[in-house]
């Protein structure tokens, strides 16, 4: 695999290189590498860098439309940081996981079919058997 720095016109950012690939939005490149991407210029929505091979900077409707200075500096420094990235960026979301409220399963529908009245509970089941499905225990 080449190594190189994709800003995508999907919005996200890779870095790729033969041991990891990473792969995010631009916000997240800040707090994973602590680099800030230049914008795109107007027209611009693609860019793909390759030391020593491109750097194209593209329109993803027209195709390359320029090229940007060889090296790039913040390419390379992206580069030279994709492991530490890659494993801040597990850690990151390992976190946002492991925040997220985990509480019992809400109400299934026998749950919600006994707190019914009986009238309430027999149209919910003819409904549902009209749709050859059981309802309730």
Known sequence: MRTEV???PDGLVYVR??????????????????ITLPALPAGVDDRIYAPGV?????NSDTGVVGGGPMPWDVGDALIANVVQAFA???????????????????PNISDIIA???????QAITAAVAARGRKAGP
């Open 88 to 106: 801040k960026q597990k850690v990151r979301i390992e976190a946002a996981a492991a925040s997220r409220p985990t509480g019992p399963p809400g």
């Open 17 to 34: 290189t033969p041991d990891v690939t990473y792969a995010d939005t631009p916000a997240n490149v800040v707090l994973d590498f602590g």
């Open 6 to 8: 994709h800003q995508h």
């Open 115 to 121: 707190v019914l009245s009986p009238t309430q509970q």
């Open 54 to 58: 491109r750097h194209a900077l593209m």
